[in-house]
């Protein structure tokens, strides 16, 4: 079955006890046994519960994995792989990178003894010479948030395939989704998931997953994380996710359709020192792109001439627009990044980035495109 099929039906055949079409939530905690041991596959809710079973089946397909687990948050997700490392393991990760995930690594993963390394992973030469024999795990986002750098995760996979014993390929696919990049078919052991944004879609839940390439050891190991540590989703928030995912593809095109004229727009304003977007030839992996992923998404970061003053500006005058963290939703939010997405970070990390003090991300919704265009032309008027 294609993308669209199996976002509708797998794991999510009538429910067996009413034939309701559309999956249960099942809000129990436990289940009663009928003699200890004797269960219909589950027994306690943090360990098992059959909404999130139906949710992890159908993010395995979609994302092309040989399973998913779900967990309360991307972020809870990304700890579950950075957990796999011992003290004293490493980490190299990209450069255009999601500030969570920069402070779970410096700050949390630091504290657990797990060392970081940042490197900008344009070109993997620069990969492999930041490999020690002690970095287990190398971390890619691609498209980076917020400079929207694409990364060549085949060719990073490459770099990586070399070494023995192989670190770990994880790639925070949150930007991308399932629906428009494979990272597990280009050579990538774990695809994460902020499922809070595109997956969830409705700005109405938060949520992560990872999805595995094969049911290995470290699989085991990060299903016995999921239980152990116990940050697992509610069987509601997992029904939202399922509701999420069957609309996602739909959703995805009318993104990628908006996002295209908006960046085209700003790159066309004299109050925009420069647009990045994937889908615009200007974009330097522009070629990258088109041959990595099946679409361009629908994120664009922009930088105002007018530095600071005007990109606050533009943040708070936007009236369709909402001045807003996160991202992924089908209604469109503007972010002043030095302040509401990245202010975790010193300001020489953030220059490193490529942030200025001028750059703003907008998330662009399923909305209208003139009217969305109309939004910004008043906006950036003022
Ligand atoms: C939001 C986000 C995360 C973190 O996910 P939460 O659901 O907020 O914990 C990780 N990576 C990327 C790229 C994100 O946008």
Request: net charge neutral.
């Amino acid at each position: 079955m294609k993308f669209q099929t199996r976002a509708l039906h797998i794991g999510q055949e009538p429910d067996p006890a009413t034939r309701a079409t559309v999956i249960p939530i099942h809000p129990t905690s436990t289940f009663t046994l009928e003699a200890p041991g004797v269960t219909k596959g589950y027994h306690y809710s943090r360990i098992g519960n059959p909404t999130r079973a139906a949710l992890e089946e159908v993010l395995a397909s979609l994302q092309g994995g040989a399973a998913a687990l779900s967990f309360a948050s991307g972020t809870a997700a990304m700890w579950a792989v950075v957990a796999l490392l011992k003290p004293g393991e490493h980490v190299v990760a990209s450069l255009d990178l999601y500030g969570g995930t920069h402070q779970l690594l410096t700050k949390v993963g630091a504290h657990h003894g797990i060392t970081t390394a940042i490197v900008d992973m344009r070109d993997p030469s620069r990969l492999e010479a930041a490999l020690t024999p002690a970095t287990r795990l190398v971390w890619v986002e691609t498209p980076g948030n917020p400079m929207l750098t694409i990364l060549d995760i085949a060719a990073l996979a490459g770099v990586i395939g070399r070494r023995s014993p192989k670190p770990y390929l994880c790639v925070d696919n949150t930007f991308a989704t399932p629906y428009f990049q494979d990272p597990l078919a280009l050579g990538a052991d774990f695809a994460v998931h902020s499922t809070t944004k595109y997956i969830g879609g409705h700005s109405d839940v938060v949520g992560g997953a990872v999805v595995v390439k094969a049911k290995d050891a470290a699989y085991d190991a990060l299903k016995f994380h999921q239980s152990a540590v116990g940050a697992v989703p509610s069987p509601f928030d997992c029904w939202l996710q399922v509701r999420g995912l069957k609309t996602l593809a739909v959703r995805m095109r009318e993104h990628e359709r908006n996002a295209g004229a908006v960046a085209s727009f700003l790159a066309g304003h004299p109050a925009v020192s420069w647009v990045s977007y994937p889908g615009l030839t200007s974009h330097p992996q522009h070629d990258l792109a088109k041959r990595q992923m099946t679409g361009f998404g629908g994120m664009v970061t922009c930088d105002l001439k007018g530095g600071e003053k005007a990109a606050m500006s533009l943040v708070t005058r936007t009236r369709i627009f909402g001045c807003a963290t996160s991202l992924g939703g089908v209604e469109s939010l503007i972010a002043y990044v030095p302040v509401m997405t990245h202010f975790h970070m010193a300001e020489e990390e953030r220059a490193r980035q490529g942030i200025t003090p001028g750059t703003v991300r907008l998330s662009v919704g399923i909305e209208d495109e003139d009217d969305l265009i109309a939004d910004l032309e008043q906006a950036l008027k003022s």
